[in-house]
């Protein structure tokens, strides 16, 4: 188990997805939930990051955000969650309302990314309670407005893919507003130049034929 935990890990620090010591893992067997320790390295975990705990009850070194980690597993279909501080992901997460891809596979995998609007930290009452509700059906990631992504899967490479997948279309997301979108710029019409100063399309020269001197009489 520690060898896919540190697998996935290694991924999610190289692609900028946590940072040295944020974020969290967890699979659920049952009952037994194994999570990251608090404040693990999950780019380099070794013996001893993974803690084992119930749905219930002490954990004692497991990380912070466990309780989130519980609520999502007791109320959603979750197999293994991925806690993670994907930073465009955050960023669209404070301007908007909902995440909505506008790339192909962000289309195919995440139809849509909800974000919980949360006053409080991730460890919060609020937020554990919040949550749940926004990770059921077809939707497999939600984004807490400025405080990062929960992704959850069968494995955690699903979830790990979710995450990675979300990122990639708040990137282009980003891209898209930066560069203006892809409509083309209305022109500019001056209105305020008189109706006379416009200029005949008519050529200089040539005057306007009177049709009145060619009536038959």
Known sequence: MLAEFKRIGSYLFQEGLVSSHSGSMSVRH??????????AMLGDLQEGDIVEVGLTGDAANAS????????????????????????????VSITDNKIIPQDGEGL??????AIVRSHQSVGSEETVRLLPAFLQGSSVVAVVKGQ?????????????????????????LVAIRSSGGTR??????????????????????????????????
């Open 30 to 39: 049952g009952d037994t939930i194994f999570i990251t320790r608090q404040e």
């Open 64 to 91: 912070g955000e466990l309780p989130a980690h519980r609520a999502i597993y007791k109320d959603t279909k979750a197999e293994a969650i991925i806690r993670a501080f994907p930073s465009q992901a955050i960023a």
């Open 108 to 113: 195919r995998l995440l139809h849509a990314a």
């Open 148 to 172: 990062g992504s929960f992704a959850i899967g069968k494995t955690l490479e699903e979830a790990y893919k979710f995450t990675s997948v979300l990122e990639s279309s708040c990137k282009i």
């Open 184 to 217: 083309p710029s209305a022109p500019v019409v001056n209105k305020e130049k008189p109706e006379h100063h416009r200029r005949s399309a008519i050529p200089p020269g040539i005057g306007v034929m009177d049709r009145s001197r060619y009536h038959k009489r």
